[in-house]
């Protein structure tokens, strides 16, 4: 029903992705996979309610109504058998910003906060700007996919003092979405030593195979009592310029916290065309997304073949979620400067290089797959040209 195979063109509208390739000194016919936001046009449903609001002509303050609390309710209900209540919600304009609200009230200057590795970069630079301190955790990678030392974590957080802990699930960039039994052990150590976790779930409607987006608090109703559930519309309808996401906190005391510093930091107004466009994606838009996931997963089936046959030296990690790939070049024999340099230079490729998202980043490649199957395949001639030989 949907057309994910049409190119957009997204040159010309301020675009991240797109319209910067001058300013950051990249080449000028290189192909950016790098920012994680689609290039799949978002759904026609919430087009035409932007459009129609759009025409009244009258952009003033606004707020959430009840019928926006409905709607995230009853999504987290259907996709995750996650049960939500209202009083739990408190929209906040993106993730990041809420990480960085959440490092705020909940720590102190020179507290310190654990984080694995590789991972997400701005969970450092929400900390960092903060002038919190960073205690990292390197996941084991074995046999193609990744693991937790779940005894040098806690090993870790008795050493530094931890304060904090901010999971990633499912786990970006290296695809991974943790099992029942393995949040179980995060949750437990944590509980433990009194270490608040804050999960970032933005990614939580990509999930394939047989793997199950697990939410924070359906593995133990303990675990409201010290953690904070982030949550977007996002990543799964493309609506990230729209600044709109949903923080999830049962516990009173740290839902009081979190909105007290929101309020000292002037960062509770909603965007009113992103309330809007968070209503219509979770009310009307789920065959969309049924679709266009299905679309990503044949998309990382097509590039895993096409490595296996034509690059067999450069390994896929198998995907559990994400529309972001991680991909090992490491058997290319390229320090972290050559391969950016060969990725840029000679494959015409811009992506998110492996290193900057920390300790065991090197040497590999985060590349977004949520792209037509037409670009995908321009990309992987471009990779063959570059690395075939």
Known sequence: MFDFDEVVDRKGTNCAKWDTIEVNNKPKDVLPMWVADMDFKSPKEIENALVKRIKQGVYGYSFAPDEYFDAVISWMKRRHDFNVDKEWIIPTPGVVTAIKLCVNAY????????????????????????????????????????????????????????????????????????????????????????????????????????????????????????????????????????????IIIADEKLRKAYQETMNRYGVNEPNFLGIIACMTAYNECELWVDEMLEYVYDNFTYFDEFLKENLPHIHLVKPEGLYLCWVDFRECGLNKDELEKTMLEKAGLWLDEGYIFGTGGEGFERFNLAIPRSVLEDACQRLLKAFGK
């Open 107 to 246: 720590t102190k200057e020179n507290d310190a906060i654990i984080i694995n590795k590789p991972v997400y970069y701005p969970f450092d630079f929400s900390i960092e700007l903060n002038h919190r301190k960073i205690i990292e955790n390197e996941m084991v990678y074995k046999d193609g996919s990744y693991e937790m030392d779940y005894d040098a974590f806690e090993k870790a957080i008795v050493e530094n003092d931890v304060k904090m802990f901010i999971l990633c699930n499912p786990y970006n960039p290296i695809g991974k979405v943790w099992k029942e039994d393995e949040l179980k052990q995060i949750g437990e150590i944590c509980k433990k030593h009194h270490v608040l976790v804050i999960v970032d779930e933005i990614h939580e409607d990509f999930v394939y195979g047989e793997h199950v987006h697990i939410p924070f608090y359906n593995v133990d109703e303990s675990y409201k009592e010290f953690s904070v559930i982030l949550t977007a519309p996002s990543k799964t309808f493309n609506l990230a310029g729209l600044q709109t996401s949903n």
